[in-house]
């Protein structure tokens, strides 16, 4: 008899892999990527020493992928490898079956959307910051005209450089995608806002998006293609290209007349 799927062992293998079964299937955790294995796309496991082959399924004449662990426990490689081909074994459907699609990597390291986010956020709490500190400065000498004044100008001139720096951002990183990267068809998943692409090796790689479309337009740098982003669509691409530079010059004639207000003000109190 089978041993329940909590019994399993964890493989942990060299490079920080970790390999666990969930749902009847496999889930593989390396230091920069998760790759989930699902019972639809495996087609048997070898274990070969301290080595744990994953084959994936394959259409006739076709030769399977494969995934393989080192460095890991011989005996529960062993144990794995002949209790997952017992459950699959079991499968009924038909055996021409592509399994890449069923093997879905997620990247789990820095992507530029993810750094980009960052660097707005400490510019805008830069800017929020330093408002403030202007703020406080001029009530506590007593430059009201100043605080009335920022009120309007610094919060406007914050704004402006929120929606600006995010839309001539993305617009210059979409072009550069365009030119130099890699552009590829997203399908959506059977989990709710998940999408998965063709990275352009042969496997498919998935992400998360709030979304809702049948298929999405991405594209990845051809040397990191776990860096997916959805390309805007023409309207709002052309909205972020023309806003973004006009909103970003707006905050800053706003911030240099906000600054030079307050600098008048203190002089002439000297």
């Keep these: 008899m089978p041993i329940p799927l909590s019994a399993f062992p964890v493989l942990r293998g060299s490079g920080g892999a970790v390999l666990t079964v969930e749902d009847l299937g ?12 699902t019972p639809d796309g495996l087609g048997r496991l070898r274990a070969e020493g301290r080595t744990l082959l994953i084959e994936l399924r394959a259409r006739k004449g076709t030769t399977p992928v494969v995934h393989r662990i080192d460095d890991v426990d011989e005996a529960d490689a062993a144990v794995l490898a002949d209790e997952m081909n017992a459950l699959l074994a079991k499968r009924v459907d038909d055996d021409d ?21 960052r660097r707005l956020l400490r510019g ?13 400065a001029a009530g506590a000498t007593g ?35 365009r030119r130099h990267g890699v552009l590829a068809t997203a399908v ?30 991405v594209a990845f740098p051809a040397d990191e293609p776990g860096d ?14 023309l806003a973004g530079p006009f909103l970003l010059f707006g905050s800053a004639l ?10 008048a003000s203190f002089t002439g109190a000297l």
Excluded at 26 to 37: N, W
Excluded at 124 to 136: E, P, T
């Design 26 to 37: 496999l889930v593989l955790d390396l230091p920069r990527e998760q790759i989930t294995f």
């Design 97 to 117: 079956v592509d399994g890449t699609p069923f093997a879905l990597i997620r990247h789990l390291g820095p992507t530029w959307r993810k750094g980009f986010h």
């Design 124 to 136: 805008v709490l830069g800017h929020l910051l330093a408002l403030i500190v202007l703020g406080v």
């Design 143 to 177: 430059h009201w005209d100043v605080v009335v004044m920022e009120i309007p100008l610094g919060g406007l001139g914050w704004l402006c450089l929120a929606f600006g720096w995010y839309g001539a951002g993305r617009s210059r990183r979409e072009r550069w995608l």
């Design 188 to 217: 959506r998943t059977t989990t709710r806002g998940g999408y998965m692409y063709p990275d352009g090796t042969g496997a498919y790689r998935g992400f998360l998006h709030g979304e809702d479309d049948p298929s999405l337009t």
């Design 228 to 241: 997916v982003l959805v390309l805007s669509k023409p309207f709002t691409d052309a909205v972020n290209s």
């Design 254 to 263: 706003l911030t240099i007349g906000l600054a030079a207000l307050a600098g």
